[in-house]
């Protein structure tokens, strides 16, 4: 897993995001204890993968988890800590 | 050689495949079951302008060959020609959604691969071009080497066209299918790698990138809202519920009247006899007072079609997420336990989108706490005879509110039930949620009558086949033998069915249940809704010609209790006599184990469960 301490001052968990923030997806770690071993794999499915722009939106009412984020053009829903593996470059202003 | 060609629809999910499916078949289609699976398979065939006959069959939406979940596999099968039950199609058509290319020309290059004839549809491009996304589609066709047709398959506009279209392209392709060689072996392919081709291709082939589904952003901010977003989920559900019972009165009375008629004009026209018998309180009595219940099933499962169609269900999904999390499931089981209000069957059958077979295996065994609409007859027919029709609070009616609480107690009880399934014999991690949350869209009629009449079919059907068999082995149960000439009881007292109820009484009675309701439940195993009509054929065996008339509502009235009526209710939350459910579970899980636990645990609940209201009714009334 990427160490995140160390990581660029503009780089983020997709987990710490706000509303409209936009960003590039940096690295993904592959396999975290929360998460199951197929979850970058579900992932790429959906076009989550390095180099592709993404945008986080809304988050659930009950506790701000899941949240619902885009990618291109197709919005997909995650839990947190999924998004917590996924770290963001973030792009600013434009 | 081959009379019809043979035409294979892939495509991601939400890219408009059923849409474009329906808009060529129209009522042309038939649904089953793929051998062996329990994935739907949908077929149908139509006529190119050109006059050749095509057969088409609509695959499983998925996103990538390589998926793992059945249904998926099920797609890439087909279009490898590894099913022996379906052979292997001779042109595939993929179906493409305009405004959201790079994703979706993904699997357009996993299939080229195979080098089978294709044909691609540029579909939902009207919406395209609403969003100001300008595709070149001769570039797109140049750069992939295959033909694309743009296409709108909501509307039958579109729909010629790409009918013209397709006329044009299979003739050579039937040609080149009879040239192609056997597929060499699949291997799954480098995602990452030919993402990025589908991005760079998407990139030579869009003129302007438009803007984003503005509508889609405004629906989320008001849908997925901190307040209003849950508020609007429940309010949706509540009015769903109410309409079930406010819109499909006047043509339920309708169906009623013309059942009542039929009856009047059989025994008007027919000897007294046993046939006579059979047929007016056995067949009409029976299978009547199923079907009268056909407009409340038909607006249930219109709101969930229509749900779906528009994108809602997934919002749904995802703000359930968090209470589906507490008993260790997710979002994605809200869609099947949604669906099992309808019937638990497509119900479970809607859990292979769930890939964590622990999660997969709750979700399957409190699908039929989920009250589906077989038990609507049996809930309308008790509301009404027991429950006063008033307003509460000047605005909702009593026994719209009673039929909710029903609803809710099933809802609560499967949570509970998910909650200890998770904790005891389920144990593990479950799967996060992972869903793409597809852009709102007006519900297209023509799919949703397409739907709703694939619906219809199969209830007739069920209340044709089975309903009907049980009746008349219900009658004939009933019927003989013949009570002794100096009886006092109602006939059927004497009968086989009496005899089997007033054992089952001895078990029943502690919970409140007459024999009557006894004898009932044992046809009610075929399916639900059989209840009613055994109820309506045991109380109509059990009188004179006139009392018959009466209707069985005013009957019940006079027979029951109202503590008995409120534990009948409390049964039928958990109630798990529905053999074709139990089979369905059966098959899914692949175990007798389960189906067995299934049964066993849902009679245990529905005991209690009726015993408990009866003693607390009995106790508040006295």
């Given amino acids: ?94 | 050689m081959n009379s019809a060609l043979r035409l294979a629809l892939v495509g991601n999910p939400n890219a408009g495949k059923s849409a474009l499916f329906n808009a060529l078949t129209g009522s042309r289609q038939k649904t089953g079951n793929y051998p062996g699976t329990t994935v739907e398979r949908r077929a149908g065939r139509f006529q190119t302008q050109h006059g050749l006959e095509v057969n088409v069959v609509d695959l499983p939406g998925t996103y990538s060959l390589s998926a793992t979940s059945p249904d998926q596999v099920v797609t890439r099968e087909v279009v490898l020609g590894q099913r022996d039950s379906e052979p292997l199609p001779d042109v595939i058509l993929c179906v493409v959604d305009a405004t959201n290319l790079k994703l979706h020309l993904r699997l357009v290059l996993e299939l080229k691969q195979l080098g089978r004839p294709m044909l691609i549809a540029l579909n939902m491009i009207d919406l395209a071009t609403r969003d100001k996304i300008d595709i070149d589609v001769d570039a797109l066709e140049s750069a992939l080497g295959i033909p694309v047709i743009p296409t709108v398959a909501v509307r039958r506009s579109g729909v010629k066209e790409l009918s013209v279209e397709l006329s044009n392209h299979l003739n050579d392709l039937v040609e080149e299918a009879a040239k192609t060689k056997p597929l060499p072996a699949w291997q799954p392919q480098d995602l990452k790698s030919l993402q990025k081709e589908a991005g760079r291709i998407a990139k030579v082939a869009t003129r302007s990138e438009g803007i984003e589904h503005v509508m889609t952003r405004r629906l989320d901010a008001l849908f997925l809202h901190k307040i209003a977003g849950p508020v609007i989920l429940f309010a949706m559900l509540f009015v769903m519920f109410q309409a079930v019972f406010a819109w499909a009165e006047t043509p339920m009375e309708w169906i009623d009247m013309g059942i009542g008629a039929l009856a009047d004009w059989l025994i008007a026209s027919l000897p007294d006899n046993a046939l006579r018998s059979l047929l007016v309180d056995g067949v009409i009595a029976g299978v009547g007072s199923v079907v009268v219940f056909l407009p409340q099933i038909l607006i249930l499962f219109a709101f969930i079609l229509a749900l779906e169609a528009s994108g809602y269900m997934a919002r749904g999904a995802f703000l359930m997420d968090r209470i589906m999390a507490s008993v260790g499931l997710n979002g994605r089981a809200f869609i099947p336990l949604l669906s099992s209000f309808a019937c638990a069957i497509p119900g479970i059958m809607a859990t292979r989108t769930i890939d964590n077979p622990r999660d997969r295996l709750t979700t399957i065994m409190i699908a039929p706490l989920m009250t589906c609409s077989a038990r609507i007859p049996v809930y309308t027919l008790l509301i009404a005879a027991f429950i006063p029709n008033r307003a509460v609070s000047g605005v909702f009616n009593l026994q719209g509110m009673v039929l909710f609480t029903l609803y809710l107690a099933g809802i609560v009880s499967a949570l509970i039930v998910a909650g200890v399934l998770k904790r005891t014999v389920t144990k593990g991690a479950s799967q996060s949620l992972l869903m793409e949350l597809p852009k709102y869209q007006l519900p297209n009629l023509r799919d949703l009558v397409l739907g709703l009449y694939e619906r219809v079919k199969i209830f007739m059907a069920r209340a044709g086949k089975f309903i009907l068999t049980t009746m008349i082995v219900l009658w004939v149960l009933a019927s003989y033998p013949a009570p002794p000439a100096d009886a006092v009881l109602p006939d059927i007292y004497y009968s086989y069915a009496g005899q089997i109820g007033r054992v089952l009484e001895i078990l029943f009675a502690p919970i409140g249940f007459t024999w009557e309701i006894a004898i009932s439940l044992v046809p009610g195993m075929a399916a639900r809704e059989v209840f009613v009509g055994a109820l309506g054929t045991v109380y109509a065996l059990s009188g004179s010609e006139d009392q018959i008339a009466t209707s069985l509502v005013s009957r019940l009235q006079n027979a029951w209790s109202l503590p008995t009526a409120l534990a009948v209710m409390a049964w039928y939350v958990y109630a798990p006599q529905c053999l074709a459910t139990l089979a369905v579970a059966k098959r899914e899980t692949n175990s007798w184990g389960w189906m067995f636990f299934m049964a066993g645990y849902l009679t245990a609940i529905a005991y209690l469960a009726a015993g408990i209201t009866y003693w607390t009714a009995t106790a508040i009334i006295g």
């Fill in chain 1, 1 to 94: 897993m990427p160490d995140i301490s160390t990581a660029a001052e503009n780089q983020v968990t997709l987990a710490d995001m706000r509303y409209g923030e936009k960003g590039r997806i940096a690295s993904i770690a592959s396999q975290t204890a929360e998460n199951d071993a197929g979850l970058a794999a579900r992932l790429l499915e959906l076009g989550i993968m390095e180099g592709a722009e993404i945008e986080a939106l809304h988050r659930s009412p009950f506790g701000g988890d899941p949240m619902s984020v885009k990618v291109d053009r197709t919005i997909i829903a995650l839990r947190r800590a999924d998004a917590g593996t996924i770290i963001i470059e973030r792009l600013n202003g434009n």
